[in-house]
């Protein structure tokens, strides 16, 4: 079964540009949370989707950010435009139900970078 | 407000040394759970264990252990006779059983854990 996946791997842009992330979770997972690393932080939330619809968009930093999950499958994070503070690894993870009940699985992360 | 500690930012340690990694927690719910994750090089984070507030019991799983003490906050994590293997690093998380955050994970900031053969 394959896991969850993310694209593209590493993203350098320039400050002011517009970068979209996608995340593919697990087929059938109905839950998918969106997470963020900035160099040396703490891992942070940004948000949950179950299905198509926002649960729990509370971890979003600001209106540059815009997270889609069209049809319940993938989902994409469009940042625009990319400020120097929104560098950092972004991680996608999925689950079959609800966590904590249900195992988050995660993917290996977008970098970005912004210059 | 929740907030997870993981006051070693690195360790390093030689093959067959056993090694703990300390995680302190912070919350006012009476029920939460707590996680750790360990992160390879290559990028993903990988679930080790979940522990709900009810169950202090320790657990054992091959050569690693974790011990959940309420009364001090912490949710360590020792690993027994390690390997280079265990090179990574590693995340401890709370999340709490309430309704319009459930599933959101607080982590730590991470500790490195470096071993050498």
């Known amino acids: 079964e394959a896991g969850v996946t993310q694209f593209p791997s590493h993203s350098v842009i320039e400050k002011g540009q517009t970068v979209t992330l996608r995340c593919d979770p697990i087929?059938?997972?109905?839950?998918l949370y969106w997470y963020r690393r900035v160099m040396g932080k703490e891992i942070k939330f940004l948000l949950h989707?179950?299905?198509?619809?926002?649960?729990?968009e509370s971890g979003m930093p600001n209106n540059r950010f815009l997270a889609e999950r069209t049809g319940g499958t993938y989902s994409t994070l469009k940042v625009q435009p990319a400020e120097l503070e929104d560098s950092g690894v972004y991680f996608c993870?999925?689950?079959?139900?609800?966590?904590?009940?249900?195992?988050?699985?995660f993917g290996p992360g977008t970098r970005l970078t912004v210059l | 407000a929740q907030k997870v500690t993981q006051a070693q930012t690195e360790i390093s340690v030689v093959e067959k040394e056993d090694v703990t990694l300390d995680c302190v927690y912070e919350t006012r719910d009476t029920t939460y759970y707590l996680f750790w994750y360990k992160q390879p090089p290559s990028g993903e984070l990988v679930f080790l264990i979940r522990r709900n507030s009810f169950d202090e019991q320790n657990e054992i799983s091959g050569r690693y252990s974790w011990n959940f003490q309420k009364s001090t906050s912490s949710f360590n994590f020792t690993i027994t006779a390690s390997q280079v293997v265990d090179s990574a690093v590693y995340f401890c998380?709370?999340?709490?059983?309430?309704?319009?955050?459930?599933?959101?994970?607080?982590f730590g900031r991470g500790t490195q854990l470096t071993v050498w053969p």
């Open positions: 087929s059938g997972h109905d839950n």
């Open positions: 989707f179950v299905k198509e619809s926002k649960q729990d």
């Open positions: 998380a709370l999340t709490l059983d309430r309704g319009s955050t459930l599933g959101r994970l607080y």
């Open positions: 993870a999925s689950s079959q139900g609800r966590a904590p009940y249900n195992e988050q699985f």
